[in-house]
């Protein structure tokens, strides 16, 4: 039998990626998403890719019946994978009710039909936001949690919380959540990828549109940091690596039978790179010359983070596998079919 999946932000740039993973390792997947940040033509992209196309449910999370609705519609879901959130940090300075509502109502929900229908399983979406500054480097899973430096970090740490305290009343349910560091790059065949609404908050996005020339400049945030070449540093992960090591959380919960259990992962890359190290390997990998200028740094930005994946590599029997060249390479390839899409 095939274990059904519930994918929540199924249509979103890490969703996307995760769920054409399960779907080549057999899995049928049901996606929720409310479209506030992706459209419905990523279903056709994965539909390409792997040659199934999933089920699909236009629903808002923090819509309790209509979620319920889906429950009991598709029955005998196994496992959940929950990446539906709000995640700009700056619009969350803006708008923090807006994310405390959205990103804590929609996993509350998501854990009372959990209950109601028996799903036992949750992999949790988590960031490295909820290190802050980290004391040491790399970072391990013991580090400690620091006071959040947005309104979207820390939901984060709530929502890790609740899933804690939720578990511990919960003997039936097993619970993964994975810390993620810096996801970037597309999928090799350029038909998924990363759709920035507006003018882009992360690096990657920046870059490869300013290459296109949709953006003029491309600023680097910060020369003075006490790093080797001044800019900040953080760990690149291809978002491929990062899909698949989901299903690996899900085959380690659907094959758990001592239940109880909350176990968090980092998922990185181990290796630190900096910005502009960053901006010479996408230069190289893709004979682009990118306009660039250093200004200062951003606020609320850390220094340096990067991920210690021991844990991951020996726990999990995960690692990431893909360079930063071919994951940068991925990125403009996708930026390229996008902005030819658009045209056609
Ligand atoms: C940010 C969030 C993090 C979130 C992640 C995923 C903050 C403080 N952290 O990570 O919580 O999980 O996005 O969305 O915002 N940079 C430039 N120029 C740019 C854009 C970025 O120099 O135009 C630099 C940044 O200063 C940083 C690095 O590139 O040093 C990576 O930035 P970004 O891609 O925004 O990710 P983070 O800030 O690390």
Redesign the pocket.
């Known amino acids: 039998m095939k274990p059904t999946i519930l994918v929540t932000g199924g249509t979103g740039y890490i969703g996307s990626h995760t769920v054409i993973e399960l779907l080549e390792e057999g899995m049928e997947v049901v996606i929720i998403d409310n479209l506030s940040n992706s459209n419905l033509e990523v279903l056709d992209g994965i539909e390409d890719i792997s040659g199934k196309r999933p089920h699909f449910e236009k629903v808002d999370l923090r819509d309790r019946s209509s979620t319920f609705e889906v429950f009991e519609k598709y029955s005998g879901i196994e496992a959940i994978i929950h990446f539906a959130a709000f ?4 619009e969350s300075v803006e708008k923090p009710l807006a994310y405390y509502e959205n990103n804590l109502l929609s996993l509350i929900h998501l854990l009372e039909a959990m209950k109601k229908y028996g799903v036992p399983n949750l992999v949790f979406s988590s ?3 909820v290190y802050g500054e980290p004391d040491s480097l790399p970072v391990t899973e013991e580090a400690s949690i620091k006071k959040a ?2 309104p ?2 820390n939901t ?1 740490q709530i929502c890790e919380e609740i899933l804690q305290d939720t578990i511990e009343s919960s003997p039936e349910n097993g619970v993964i959540s994975l810390r ?5 790059g597309a999928h090799p065949s350029a038909k998924i990828g990363e759709l920035p609404i507006g003018v ?8 490869t549109q300013t290459a296109f020339g949709i953006r003029e400049q ?5 020369q003075d940091y006490n790093t080797p070449d001044g ?4 760990d ?1 992960i291809n978002v491929v690596d990062l899909a698949r090591a989901h299903v690996v959380a899900i085959r380690r919960l659907l094959e758990q039978k001592q239940k109880s259990s909350f176990e968090v992962f980092n998922l990185g890359t181990g290796k630190g790179i ?2 502009l190290e ?1 901006i010479r390997a996408f230069e190289n990998t893709t004979g682009q010359k990118l306009n660039y200028r250093m ?1 200062d ?2 606020e ?3 220094e340096q ?1 990067y991920a210690d994946t021991a844990f991951a590599n020996n726990e999990l029997g995960w690692k990431a596998e893909k360079g930063i060249e071919e994951t940068l390479l991925s990125a403009w390839n996708w930026e390229k079919y996008i902005r030819l899409k658009a045209t056609t």
Do not use: E, H, M, Q
């Open positions: 995640k700009a940090v700056g960031s490295c936001t430096n947005s979207y970090g984060k993620y560091f810096n996801p970037i882009p908050n992360n690096l990657v996005p920046f870059i491309l600023n680097v945030f910060g800019s900040a540093i953080r690149y900096s910005v960053i200004v740094r951003r609320g930005d850390v983070v």
